[in-house]
């Protein structure tokens, strides 16, 4: 079976410009609250947290609806639209408040800027799930994670778009001594780099007609259906489906808790630890991030040879051991070493191999028509866990010893694996000839 690589590549434009967003959102959204405005760290953490909170209503909600939407330009490119045009214009506003604010502050500005920054979250949660969910809408069900590891790739490519940005426009030599930056330049840039982003798939991608063949496909490979129908003729799933879900999602939120917890905590942790600074926590965490971005082609191709589930249990057990290693590593040594960079570089293969094939694996469980209910089931369950372990191992760590990090996100890892272990259904199924013929067809 052949993947329609130029099409999923197109599709992944949208994710881009979502990651090019958020990563420009975490990095310069703190700075604007604590210096502009002077907020302390529980007020800009709060409203930090917000988009976390947020998206546990907005992603569903929206995920949902567009699965019940029907438009001349599909389901899920109404939400994309809109979604972005708002967010775009909600965007530039931050950056003329945050200025106007420096020049003569006033508690009228900091209410304004505080509004404009929800609805911006707001905008963003309105085309988040459908943006997700375009990828399995136009792509068959046995062939999701090799496109989920190229929409990943996609996301990596929006942040490393935004970070060469924020490079070149915003070097020490330029700000040092600054009593305030002015971030309307970089916020111009990553509202273009979204613009011309969803641009692109608007007008190549043609989303009506590529989900009605897919469907066609997919109708003619009845086995790729979980879903049973009920007396009244609807498609239900089946309990064992259901109870399959159900650990999945439970999994997905275990080692969301264990690898953000990590992620959140770990530049506070090296330095109470291991007296080190900001500069070696980030080459650990960057050295990650390449990890994983060259290892989604690969551990896509894998699970499409081995399957989803094992390649997801192989990634649970190299991630356990390399955060086993992370606390040995650094309560052992005083210094950030090469054995470290080692370790976090097999962090992000095996977060590579977890995260290509969890979304794939929600999906694969629904029929067509609930492909957005069922991202935001996911995202549910992923920013659930992302809300609670900021909180969770921040306490732990205060109250007992900050050493407890890595145990910590072991420990929540090594339960993922246990609650995958009931996980029966989501496998990407083999293909009959005649519709290996059609998807070749399709894929013209």
Not at 230 to 239: A, F, H, K, M
Not at 279 to 305: D, F, R, V
Not at 355 to 366: D, T
């Amino acid at each position: 079976m052949k993947l329609n690589n130029k099409r999923t590549i197109l599709v992944g434009l949208a994710f881009l410009s979502i990651c090019a967003f958020w990563q420009m959102y975490d990095n310069v959204i703190p700075l604007i609250l604590t210096k502009t405005f002077s907020m302390n760290e529980t007020f800009s953490g709060a409203i930090m947290a917000a988009d976390n909170i947020l998206a546990l209503f907005l992603l569903p909600f929206f995920g949902t609806l567009s699965d019940r939407t029907s438009t001349k330009i599909g389901k899920r490119m109404p939400f994309i639209l809109f979604g972005t045009g708002c967010a775009i214009i909600l965007l530039n506003l931050l950056p003329m408040l945050d200025n106007s604010y420096a020049a003569q502050p006033s508690p009228f500005k900091t209410a304004s800027f505080v509004i404009v920054l929800g609805l911006l979250l707001v905008s963003m949660g309105v085309y988040r799930s459908p943006a997700v969910a375009l990828m399995p809408d136009v792509t068959p069900k046995p062939l999701r994670s090799r496109a989920n590891a190229i929409i990943n790739l996609m996301g990596a490519v929006g942040g490393i778009l935004y970070l060469a940005v924020a490079a070149v426009l915003y070097p020490n030599s330029r700000i040092q001594g600054l009593t305030h930056v002015n971030y309307q330049p970089l916020f111009l840039v990553v509202s273009a780099i979204m613009f011309v982003s969803v641009g692109i798939l608007f007008l190549t991608i043609r989303e009506p007609k590529l989900t009605e063949q897919n469907r066609a496909l997919e109708r003619e490979h009845p086995e790729w259906n979980l879903a049973t129908s009920d007396e009244s003729g609807n498609e239900v799933l089946p309990r064992a489906v259901r109870r399959s879900l159900g650990f999945l999602l439970a999994s997905i939120a275990l080692w969301f808790v264990g690898y953000n917890g990590i992620t959140t905590w770990f530049t506070t942790y090296v330095d109470q630890v291991m007296g080190q600074g900001l500069g070696g926590a980030s080459k650990c965490l960057l050295i990650a991030t390449g990890g994983a971005i060259l290892s989604y082609i690969p551990i896509g191709a894998m699970a499409a040879k081995v399957g989803r589930r094992r390649t997801i249990q192989c990634g649970i057990i190299l991630l356990t051991v390399c955060f086993a290693l992370g606390y040995v590593l650094t309560t052992r040594f005083h210094s950030i070493n090469i054995i470290m960079f080692i370790v976090f570089a097999l962090v992000g293969l095996a977060w590579a191999a977890i995260n290509v094939n969890s979304l794939p694996m929600v999906v694969e469980m629904c029929k067509g028509s609930d492909i957005g209910k069922f991202t935001g089931y996911y995202y549910t369950a992923s920013m659930a866990a992302q809300v609670v372990t900021p909180i969770l191992a921040g306490t732990l760590m205060r109250n007992i010893d900050y050493r407890i990090l890595f145990p910590y996100a072991s420990l929540f890892v090594a339960l993922s694996f246990v609650t995958m272990l009931f996980v029966r259904h989501g496998d990407a199924k083999a293909a009959a000839k005649k519709g290996l013929e059609a998807f070749e067809d399709m894929d013209d």
